[in-house]
């Protein structure tokens, strides 16, 4: 069955970086696109960026431009996002979930990711 | 990009019919017919109920529909079942070739 299993929980202090995974089991990785969308705490769901089945391409949303990077490894079916320079408000559950194409619904999402950036 | 406007609450009584707004531009929602609706409940995966604006993926109640007309996209949930309450938000593809979520809705059955 198709699985988008995410890495734990994680704590971080303001000014740092985490990298959270996204490992894809059940279907062709490489014929799939990846984005992750995120959720604060009393918050809607805001889209962050996707990125396409090869790994070449990628396309964020401006308010993470230059602080997040998604990327993807072939040989672990793994997809990651790393967001830099941490604020409390960031403080969210992060979900990734995969599209047949850019412009396709996401079909399958994983369990979701809490990051608390805390001092 | 903003985010495209949704009511904050809508409320209805099991059997009736509810219809939540998603109100975009035509950079998005206008200019194009690439509308997802998703039902979720905190701290849980969302589950796609409505795709390109009228679609219902399998497995789906043919109780939820889609429409658009404009700038302005909808889903219909008609025979409320107190299962149906949850969040749920409109998105849509963007001429940026980003995606753009709606604030989110939060439905109640009475």
């Known amino acids: 069955q198709i699985q988008l299993v995410q890495s734990g929980a994680e704590v971080k202090k303001p000014g740092a970086s985490v990298k959270v995974s996204c490992k894809a089991s059940?279907?062709?990785?490489?014929?799939?696109?990846m984005q992750w969308v995120r959720q604060a705490p009393g918050l809607g769901l805001e889209w962050m960026g996707i990125i396409n089945p090869t790994g070449d391409t990628t396309n964020y949303a401006q308010q993470f431009q230059g602080r997040v990077t998604m990327t993807r490894d072939t040989s672990t079916s793994t997809v990651y996002m790393e967001l830099s320079s941490l604020r409390s408000d960031d403080t969210a559950f992060y979900y990734c979930a995969r599209l047949s194409g850019a412009y396709s619904p996401a079909d399958y999402w994983g369990q979701g990711t809490l990051v608390t950036v805390s001092s | 990009q903003s985010a495209l406007t949704q009511p904050a609450s809508v409320s209805g009584s099991p059997g009736q019919s509810i219809t939540i707004s998603c109100t975009g531009t035509?950079?998005?929602?206008?200019?194009?017919?690439?509308v997802s609706w998703y039902q979720h409940h905190p701290g849980k995966a969302p589950k796609l109920m409505i795709y390109?604006?009228?679609k219902r993926p399998s497995g789906v109640s043919n109780r939820f529909s889609g429409s658009k007309s404009g700038n302005t996209a909808s889903l219909t949930i008609s025979g409320l079942q107190s299962e149906d309450e949850a969040d749920y938000y409109c998105?849509?593809?963007?001429?940026?070739?980003?995606?753009?979520f709606g604030g989110g809705t939060k439905l109640t059955v009475l």
């Open positions: 998105t849509s593809y963007t001429t940026t070739s980003t995606w753009v």
């Open positions: 390109d604006v009228t």
């Open positions: 059940g279907y062709t990785f490489t014929r799939y696109y």
């Open positions: 035509s950079s998005d929602v206008g200019g194009y017919n690439y």
